[in-house]
């Protein structure tokens, strides 16, 4: 894998997403607010169909996915959209695109080195109250109850990308849509860790089954990621 200088000046988002991937997966960040991003020809039918917000964030996906290739050794090819909206990805490889108002984050491994990857990125802010039941089981929402009320807007956030990138992460094996109410998350923010526990029966993952997930509150921005390996 190809390594930049140290002195690289990364784009907003890239150390904190690097340090929660191990080198065989490579990540690539762009920012959805650029000019420079690009989708390839074959992967701009879908855009078509969106709003202007939704374009930028879409190219700002592929860019960052082909940089992610370049770094993973492999040739830029298209990452075109499943009928479910899901990136299809090139044959061998497996992979996770993320995107806030700021930062477009991918993730890409080999298919005989990883068998399902995760991740999430959002504005580091607190949940919208309003969301708070949708989101948190009661267990997740005792836990948030006895947090300084300072702490636990941006928990009940973390909590959201972590389900976000569990649900990612899962998706590619089970293809099973489903709702917040199916994982319990249960953060340590000491070590900067999470575990997603399948509160039912989903086709790969039967009910209790736990994956595990790391993440980062920095510069802004939380970070979630998950590797199930073959």
């Known amino acids: 894998m190809n390594l930049a200088p140290a002195d690289t000046e990364y784009p907003r988002g890239y150390t904190q997403a690097r340090a929660l991937f191990d080198e065989s997966i490579a990540v690539a960040v762009t ?38 290739m370049r770094e993973l050794g492999h040739p830029v090819a298209p990452v075109l959209m499943a009928p479910d909206r899901a990136p299809v990805w090139p044959r061998g ?35 919208d109250h309003d969301l708070l039941s949708t989101v948190c089981t009661v267990d997740e929402r005792a836990w948030l109850s006895v947090l300084p009320q300072a702490q636990a807007g941006v928990m009940a956030k973390l909590i959201f990308s972590a ?19 199916t994982l319990c998350v249960t953060p340590a923010p000491v070590s900067g860790r999470f575990e997603a526990t399948f509160l039912s029966d989903i086709p790969h993952f039967p009910v209790g089954t736990r994956l595990s997930g790391r993440f980062a509150i ?8 998950m590797t199930i390996r073959p």
């Open 163 to 181: 389900k976000e990138c569990a649900y990612k992460c899962q998706y590619s094996r089970s293809k099973t849509l489903f709702g917040f109410d």
């Open 31 to 68: 920012d959805p607010r650029s000019a420079h991003n690009r989708a390839l020809p074959q992967e701009s039918g879908p855009m078509a169909r969106m709003a202007s917000i939704r374009q930028k964030a879409y190219t700002a996906g592929r860019s960052a996915a082909h940089s992610a």
């Open 93 to 127: 490889l497996t992979g996770s695109i993320s995107h806030s108002q700021t930062c477009c984050i991918a993730a890409i491994g080999h298919m005989d080195r990883v068998a399902a990857l995760g991740v999430d990125v959002e504005e580091d802010s607190d949940l």
């Open 218 to 225: 920095e510069d802004g921005l939380i970070i979630t990621a």
